[in-house]
């Protein structure tokens, strides 16, 4: 008998539950939840396959390789899709729209997405923004024993993957190096109104940063 979506997806978030217990803050099941709600808020307007976006942006962190060894978690999670009756096209699909979803993919080129991918990928891209971006960035720097602010220390633009994977700069660096440049990487056209709100408060903290450290006017362009 064929399982329905509604209890595909329950499976599907107890799964997530389990394997997110004991990642960092900045990814945990707050954040999943997070970007679940972006993406079904995204797809009223964009109408892509609602079931696709649901589970996607639930399992979309699952083979991160910050969090997890990238091989075996794709194993498991391919295991576990089976286990539950998805057949092997759409699972296919899912693993591409957790493989679309990762900005330091890019670095490895641009291609085609599907409109799954695309609400996903602005989903989680919201997250980075806004007053919600700003404390998961400084969370991570501050786990990553990273320096809050160096001015000797230019942010930089990245051209591979594992440069940005790899670099160790300050976190404010991450505002230009990353976070700035995604209202204007948002795919659909509802990710991109939504962005724009959470886009501006950024640049009202980076200007009352600059402020109270009295470098007023010390807000440098967005990296391009």
Do not use: W
């Amino acid at each position: 008998m064929k399982t329905n979506n509604s209890l595909l997806l329950k499976f599907i978030h107890r799964y997530v539950s389990d394997k997110m217990d004991t990642v960092d803050a900045g990814h945990n099941m707050g954040h999943i939840e997070r970007v679940r709600t972006n993406a079904l808020k995204i797809n009223k307007i964009e109408k892509a396959d609602t079931f696709l976006v649901e589970a996607g942006a639930l399992l979309h962190d699952l083979t991160d390789e910050k969090l997890f060894n990238k091989s075996v978690a794709e194993c498991e999670l391919n295991l576990f899709l089976q286990q539950i009756g998805l057949d092997d096209r759409t699972i296919k699909l899912l693993n591409n729209i957790i493989r679309s979803v990762s900005f330091g993919a890019e670095f490895d080129g641009t291609y085609p997405l599907t409109p799954e991918q695309k609400v996903v990928r602005d989903a989680d891209r919201l997250d980075a923004l806004g007053a919600i971006g700003i404390a998961r960035t400084f969370h991570y720097g501050g786990s990553r024993n990273r320096q809050i602010y160096n001015k000797t220390v230019a942010p930089q633009k990245y051209h591979n993957t594992c440069e940005y994977r790899n670099n160790n700069s300050p976190t404010i660096n991450h505002f230009y190096e990353k976070l700035l440049l995604l209202k204007d990487r948002m795919e659909t056209s509802t990710g991109k109104k939504m962005a724009l709100q959470r886009h501006s408060y950024m640049i009202l903290f980076l200007k009352q940063f600059y402020l109270e450290l009295g470098e007023e006017g010390f807000l440098i362009p967005p990296t391009k």
